[in-house]
Each structure stands twice: as C-alpha cells, then as structure tokens.
C-alpha cells in the first residue's frame, strides 16, 4: 500500500510552501474554544498566605491578613497597622490515570510564589472611621502545572479514522495546498497516513484498518496559572463593621503538549508508528471586582459576607501541530502545521461568600466559609480584532448552560494558641462537582481538601509554613466518546508545601 502513497509524492510535495506559510487554520480544525476552556479559568483554586492556606482557606470572617483580601476585601479595613508579608513554596501536582489495564502515575512539581503584598493604614480625621487602609497584593488563582503519561493501552480505534472520515469528500487539492483541514487531515495526507482510494480525488484510504485496535502512548504536559493583582481600600466603622472593596486585573499563562503516538496491531501493515503532536499557547489578562463586608456581632462571633463580580478575560490562543509516521522500511515522514492564533473572551461566573468564626478568647478561633458559584454563567464570546472571526459560540455556550451546574464550597479552619507567640492550624474542605447529572461524567469531581500549617509571631514579625492538599478525579477521552466507548479514569491530587513571613509597618 505505501507504494500507492508514493505515487503521490510529487503532488504533495508541490504544497509544502502554501501550508507552512498559511495564516490561519482557524478554530473550527484544532484548538477549537469550548465549555472546558471556560470551567478551567472559573474553577479556582487560590493560593493565600501562610495563616489562610493553614486554616484551609476559611478566612472570610476574619481579615487583617494579606490572604484574606482576595477573599474578602473587608479583611483590609481590620487593620490597625500596616503589614508586608510573602509566602513561597513547592506545588506538586500528581496524576493516576487508568484505562482498561493500563495504569500510570506521573507528579509535576515546581516552584512558585503564592502570595506577596503590602498594606499601609492611615490614622483617620474621622472619629468613626479611625482608620483607613490601602493594600497592593498578589497571589496565584490556580495553577495548571500537570504531567500525564498512559503508555502502550490497547484501544478499540485509532484517531487517524477520525482524520479520515474528515478528508473523506474533500477534494485531494485542497488536502495538498492545506486550504483544508491543515491542522490536522492535511498532515496525514502529507505523511502519507491518507492515500487516494483508487482513482478518486475525494475518497481516502489508510495504511491499517482504523476500527482495529491499536497500541497506544499518550503524553500531556501542561503548565500555567491565573495570577491576580489586587488593589483594595477598606475601614472599620464604630469598631463593629469592616467595609473594603478591591479592583483585581488578572494575568492568564497556560500552555499545553499533547503527544499521540499510535502503533497498529493489524498483520501485513507496512506502517510500524505514527504521532500526532500538537501544541497550545494561551495568554490572556482580565478585570473583576470585589466587595465585602465583616460584622463584629459580639467579642466571640463574626460575620462576613463577599461578592466577586464575574471575570472578563481576554485571551489570545496560538497552536500548531504536526504529524510524524515511521515505516517498517526505515522511511520516515514529519510534517508540521502553520502557525494558528485566535482571539476571544471567557466571562467567567460570579462568586457568593457568607463567612462566620468563633474568637474563643485568647486561646483558639474556628473559622467557616461558604461558597457559591452558577458554572452555567460562564460564557464564551467574540472579540472584534484581525484575529477573531466574529463567531457566536452559540453551540458552546448551550453546552455550557447543560452540563454544568452551581457548585458549592464549605471551608472549615481552626487555629490554636499554643503560647504566647506559637500557633497551629488545621482545615479543611470540599467542593461539590460543578456538571449535571446530563453532562454524563462517571468520575467524581468534587475536591476533598486538607490543611495544616504552624507559625510563631509577635508584635513585629512572623514566620511559619502551611500544607494543603486536593483530591479528586476526572473522565478523561482520548478520542471521541462514540469510538472509545469508556473514558480513561484520572485521580487527581495538588498538594502546596508553603513557608512565609512578614513584618509589621
């Protein structure tokens, strides 16, 4: 059979310059924006300080720490002095995935800072509001560092038929110059993964046959966080109730390799391997905005409320691919896509937080949070710009609205006294899966979460560490569900080894 595709090999040949030098294939042929797009940057996962990841985040009703005003911008109007603190550590991220009787464990671990900033408080000339304070803090949202490994599983399918039931009917010119399909089918063409049936120029034969099994590698990498830039103004009126409001712009960095590399099982098959690689850059910025207010009801209750408005997020996606088979003869053929880039915007969904703690006098607090966020709320949308299309992601949004659903977070920390200037804490936490049942997922998405961390601090400075730690899994297709019939299982675990300090201003 690859005699046949080497018949061809002048007319492809002829093309190379008009796909390596094509503008743009569009999102409709790879890296296509969709509903997934928009739960990876409204799920969140925020990294604070030592003292709110120590207590598991369940911070909202308490303040007068840099971690708490990205939760709630209340917290800034308890202070009654300025602060300057940064916390940094390791964020490991593990990945199980299992599929038939395959099974692989892969870990990412790197680097980062979780949280930095500064407040400075100002006496006031007004009795009822002795004090303001102006804050400038930064912290990660969620980080998307990720490793996943599934080597040599036995699949009922392979994903050259899906490029060639999408070269089937078209025209093998426009295969040849990349005007179709040039992510994707164009590069099996060019590779000669995708062979004229006979005499025809619209129907396409393979080297195997596609509905066989096959023996199958796949390798993702992802890597990327949501940072946001805090600017917050709050105050405490008659000693009873904090007001604070923050402006938040939020930079977006992620990047993905998929490496799918097949090898076919069928007898007589002159094609030993062939790998379809591709590669996704997004970088992005946004605005929100965030009010809050904390009540103090008596010396041992408080109360606090936040509002998150949604998040616009402008982003810019670029990505290639590229397609490489190797011949049982020792002949090898790669070919790589143009450069693509499209631009669009994700509104993410707003975000409800009632928060309330018990002060038990000098000796321990216990602190709750609970979260809401309507997931159908998100939403895809077209940005006018040279590299948009005007499309409505009508389709993607309805896709939206059905297999997502309000998710709810219940956060619980308590923090011990242990002398005068030595402090333990514990929390905890989960967060309800964000689809419906209709989304069809068989995996368990909700976050089960757990934390401790310890600290010393006296009245001018501190330093302690804080671990937290995430568990929860994911369906995940290596093809379409309709050709892989059950999906890979993924347990999921992202765990923060945090150390940190600061000093009073």
């Not at 490793?147 to 038929?161: P, T, Y």
């Not at 998150?308 to 002949?331: A, E």
């Not at 560490?465 to 675990?493: C, K, M, V």
């Amino acid at each position: 059979m690859k005699n046949t595709f080497r018949t061809c090999k002048m007319l492809r040949v002829g093309g190379i310059v008009l796909i390596t030098f094509s503008i743009l294939g569009l999102a409709s042929d790879v890296s296509a924006q969709n509903e997934v797009d928009v739960l990876r940057y409204s799920r969140l996962n925020p990294v604070g300080s030592i003292r709110t990841t120590g207590m598991g985040g369940a911070f909202g009703s308490l303040g007068a720490d840099i971690g708490s005003i990205g939760l709630n911008p209340a917290g800034i109007g308890m202070y009654r002095r300025g602060d300057a603190s940064i916390s940094m550590g390791l964020h490991s991220s593990g990945t199980k995935v299992s599929l038939i009787n395959t099974t692989d464990d892969q870990t990412d671990v790197s680097a980062t800072i979780g949280s930095i900033g500064v407040v400075l408080t100002t006496p006031s000339v007004n009795p009822d509001w002795p004090f303001v304070s102006i804050g400038f803090t930064h912290s990660k949202q969620a980080i998307f560092d990720q490793r996943l490994l599934l080597e040599n599983a036995d699949l009922n399918g392979s994903l050259l038929g899906v490029f060639h039931g999408m070269a089937q009917g078209t025209d093998n010119a426009d295969l040849n110059d990349g005007s179709a399909f040039p992510f994707t089918a164009s590069l099996a063409w060019y590779t000669y993964l995708l062979d004229p049936d006979g005499a025809s120029n619209t129907e396409y034969i393979t080297p195997f046959n596609t509905d066989t099994t096959t023996t199958l590698t796949r390798r993702i990498e992802r890597s990327g966080n949501i940072g946001e830039t805090q600017y917050s103004i709050g105050g405490t009126y008659q000693n009873w109730l904090s007001l604070g409001a923050t402006i938040a712009t939020s930079k977006v960095t992620f990047s993905e390799e998929s490496r799918h590399e097949e090898i076919p099982t069928e007898e007589g098959t002159e094609l030993a391997s062939w790998s379809y690689v591709e590669n996704l850059d997004v970088q992005g910025s946004g605005l929100t905005a965030k009010l809050g207010a904390i009540a103090k009801v008596s010396d041992w209750l408080r109360i606090g409320v936040a509002w998150h408005s949604p998040t616009r997020l402008k982003l810019i996606d670029s990505y290639n691919t590229s397609i490489r088979s190797v011949w049982k003869d020792g002949d090898v053929y790669e070919e790589r896509s143009p450069e693509g880039a499209y631009e669009y915007l994700i509104i993410t969904p707003s975000r409800f937080i009632v928060s309330g703690s018990f002060v038990l006098g000098k000796y321990a607090i216990i602190s709750t949070d609970y979260e809401s966020v309507d997931y159908r709320n998100g939403k895809l949308k077209s940005i006018d710009g040279g590299m948009s299309t005007g499309y409505s992601f009508e389709a993607e949004n309805s896709t939206v609205n059905d297999i997502y659903r309000r998710g709810h977070e219940a956060r619980v920390g308590l923090e011990i006294r242990l002398n005068q200037d030595f402090r333990f804490r514990v929390g905890t936490g989960i967060s309800t899966s964000p689809y419906s049942y209709a989304s069809g997922v068989l995996s368990n998405p909700s976050q089960f979460k757990a934390s401790l961390g310890g600290e010393y601090r006296n009245e001018r400075w501190y330093a302690g560490f804080a671990w937290n730690r995430t568990w929860y899994s994911e369906d995940l297709y290596l093809l379409n569900p309709l050709i892989q019939g059950s999906p890979a299982h993924l347990d999921r675990t992202l765990g923060m080894l945090s150390i940190g300090g600061g000093f009073r201003i």
